[in-house]
């Protein structure tokens, strides 16, 4: 079968007709890389390459899938496409005798692993505090990203002693972690030649897609493997590098062609996704950026509508404005709901967007993640609440009995729960008996240190019930995540800390705002009313809104998109002040959330949030200023409610007042006014230093001497 070339433009036939020699394709947002790479695979098998002389890494198990089915659709040809771990493990089959394991090994996931290394910690008498065993994990799994070994990490100890040791056992066990499967890889290349030159042989064209997304592993094995042919068809943008957490390295594209000397670059910059509009003002957006290749996107699709922007109150009038454009929008252009996306900078911000869909009733499914009211944190504290409310509540019970850990194994909590039926007993009050008359039980068989952890959970149980008729909701809230030590107990896994708070901190700002907006408010009728929410959520198989993270936008594409919480601190996230290159990744994200926009883009924002468990004003994202107005619609309202003067309240704090806030320490404050939420201070602490906007009544600042 001849190849229709003409389905290709100049640049995308140019990338396709190259045969030898290192090329670099700069394929940006919606510009048909993935048909230029198998009309170059085809056109390789035409001019009479054998297709077993041809090796396709992807990222992703889809995107294999996706290209073999191509080329066997162009060429009826079977070529090896497959993801870079997947390439690994092919290698290593083969020849891993050559570093002292048996090809019949094992591969270990992330459980099997943990358990490995608990082992070795247990070994080397270290205990798992603050959740050393995940962050010793991380740090196994960045080091061999980047290719260090034991031996050359410059982490301090005892890190090179558990590593080491993990490294020992997994060969002991003949088994290898997901990590392993590329830093053996080139290991095994590095340091045996015979296996070096057999890999090199057998593939004599090599292209690897979303080139800007490698570690240094991945680029490693792509130097070793073309180091004699140089034949390395690499497809990326770095524009869209947004994966440094994961080990990411847009550097290796940058650098291509000093690390391949004579390469060859062709951009691609015809996009067949979206309007001129959206992408005029993504190109000026990234503009911004001092490290990237130059290129313009450029589209035949028209102008097409502005781009929408909107600043609201706070963040539900910010997803109130979301939900009235996409329904107008929906059926004035008869965009189906699966055709419309909101994305957000962190997992928290769905909240808001879940309760005004949930409220209209509009299908929605969250992608990448789980539905707010889902999330465990969330789930933890919810049943920790309902055990405020009910003795009997079994579920809630359950959950909570062992958050924080406190020795309680399976079979003594079922005996508890068997004894309590058995006796017509609620749960909760038969807990509180057999630690107040264990005489009258003899059947539960507890150790004093068990006897003691019952006691400590029923106290905080009624403790928390006390402060319940004299707290507001969100104040319990609060409470019951500091008495239960709730913070302390996500420590074990300090890779997710940091979003879980941020979890917990909107749940706060949930039930603040739920009790502002009801004259009688309970926390039963709080709790009825997300358990309500929570089922509607089980949708069932209809065209649903998408919910996303910008990260997980990344290779999608929507008719109609709302960016929402488009503010600075949140986007850019405050992680990447000080840091010129984090805040070059985190536009690249804007750049990518823009980009995935065929026909309608929005971009929201709210002057106030719920923020650190308080709320706070915010000011408009960078990003929204550095894209020139011509492109943009202000759909924001006319006026906002300004700062009023200075509170003349005789219990207020004065400029200059030195203050101590619970978890902020001291401070001195800086500015007072009233705002919609009431008396505001900006506030600066000392530990830091950095200043803080705080309403009084949520603050609970106390005078410090």
Not at 117 to 122: G, I, P, Q
Not at 344 to 354: C, L, M, P
Not at 651 to 673: M, P, T
Request: with cysteine; proline share 3%.
């Amino acid at each position: 079968m001849i190849l229709a070339m003409e389905n290709l433009n100049s640049q995308q036939l140019e990338a396709a007709n190259h045969v030898e020699g290192p090329l670099l394709v700069l394929a940006g947002a919606g510009s048909g890389k993935t048909r230029v790479v198998t009309y170059r695979i085809a056109h390789l098998i035409e001019i009479g390459i054998l297709p077993s002389d041809i090796l396709a890494v992807t990222f992703t198990n889809k995107a294999a899938d996706e290209m073999r089915t191509r080329i066997r659709t162009l060429k009826n040809a079977q070529v090896l496409a497959c993801t870079f771990h997947s390439l690994g493990a092919r290698i290593l089959r083969e020849s891993i005798s050559l570093l002292g394991y048996r090809s019949d090994f094992a591969i270990y996931d992330e459980d099997d692993s943990e358990k490995l290394l608990k082992t070795c910690l247990e070994q080397l008498r270290l205990t798992n505090e603050k959740g050393l065993l995940k962050q010793m994990r991380l740090e196994i799994s960045n080091a061999k990203n980047n290719h260090l070994g034991p031996e050359n990490t410059s982490n301090a100890q005892p890190f090179q002693q558990v590593y080491a040791l993990y490294q020992t056992k997994l060969k002991e066990c003949n088994a290898l972690d997901f990590d392993d499967l590329l830093y053996l890889t080139v290991k095994l290349l590095q340091e045996h030649e015979s296996a070096r030159k057999e890999y090199q042989n057998r593939w004599l064209f090599v292209l690897i897609d979303e080139y800007q997304d490698t570690n240094h592993s991945q680029h490693l094995l792509a130097k070793i493997l073309v180091e004699n042919h140089k034949n390395l068809f690499a497809v990326g943008d770095p524009d869209q590098s947004i994966y440094s957490w994961r080990g990411a390295r847009y550097q290796n594209i940058l650098n291509f062609e000093r690390d391949f000397p004579g390469a060859k670059v062709v951009t691609l910059d015809q996009n067949y996704r979206s309007t001129n509009t959206i992408l005029q003002a993504a190109n000026q957006l990234i503009t911004h950026n001092a490290t990237r290749y130059e290129k313009k996107l450029w589209s035949h699709l028209g102008d097409g509508a502005p781009i929408g922007i909107f600043v609201g109150q706070n963040e539900r009038r910010e997803a109130e404005f979301v939900c009235h454009q996409l329904l107008a929008i929906s059926r004035d252009h008869h965009i189906p709901y699966d055709e419309i996306a909101i994305f957000y900078r962190t997992n928290a911000q769905s909240r808001t967007f879940e309760d005004a869909l949930l409220s209209r009733r509009i299908p929605y499914k969250i992608i990448g993640g789980l539905s707010f009211y889902q999330r465990r944190e969330i789930k933890d504290i919810l049943c920790y609440l309902r055990m405020l409310i009910s003795n009997s509540d079994l579920i809630s019970f359950l959950r909570t009995i062992n958050i924080p850990k406190r020795g309680l194994g399976t079979a003594t909590i079922e005996k508890m729960i068997e004894q309590s039926t058995f006796r017509q007993m609620p749960i909760f009050s038969f807990c509180e008996e057999i630690v107040q008359r264990p005489d009258l039980h003899p059947e539960i068989k507890l150790s004093a240190k068990q006897r003691e952890s019952i006691q400590s959970y029923c106290s905080l149980i009624q403790r928390l019930r006390q402060m319940r008729s004299t707290l507001k909701l969100f104040e319990l809230i609060t409470e019951t995540i500091e008495h239960s030590h709730y913070l302390n107990y996500l420590q074990e896994d300090p890779e997710s800390l940091e979003e879980r708070k941020e979890n917990l901190d909107e749940l706060i700002g949930k039930a603040a705002e739920w009790q502002d907006e009801r004259e009688m408010a309970t926390l039963q009728q709080f709790l009825e009313e997300l358990s309500l929410r929570s089922n509607m959520e089980q949708q069932q198989n209809v065209p649903c809104v998408h919910l996303m993270t910008l990260h997980n936008s990344k290779g999608l594409e929507f008719s109609l998109v709302f960016m929402g919480g488009m503010e600075e601190e949140l986007f850019p996230h405050m992680n990447s002040y000080g840091n010129p290159e984090s805040l070059e990744e985190e536009r690249r994200l804007c750049y990518v959330g823009m980009t995935r926009a065929k026909r309608f883009l929005y971009m929201c924002a709210a002057t106030y949030r719920f923020m650190w468990g308080v709320p706070r004003p915010m000011r408009p994202s960078r990003f929204l200023r550095e894209i020139p107005a011509k492109y943009l619609k202000n759909y924001s309202p006319v006026a906002y409610e300004k700062e009023e003067e200075v509170s003349q309240d005789p219990e207020a704090f004065a400029i200059g007042d030195s203050i101590h806030h619970k978890e902020f320490g001291r401070g001195i404050v800086q500015k007072s006014y009233h705002t919609s939420f009431g008396l505001t201070y900006e506030v600066l602490f000392e530990e830091g230093p950095t200043t803080r906007t705080l309403v009084a009544k949520y603050a609970k600042l106390q005078a410090s001497l």
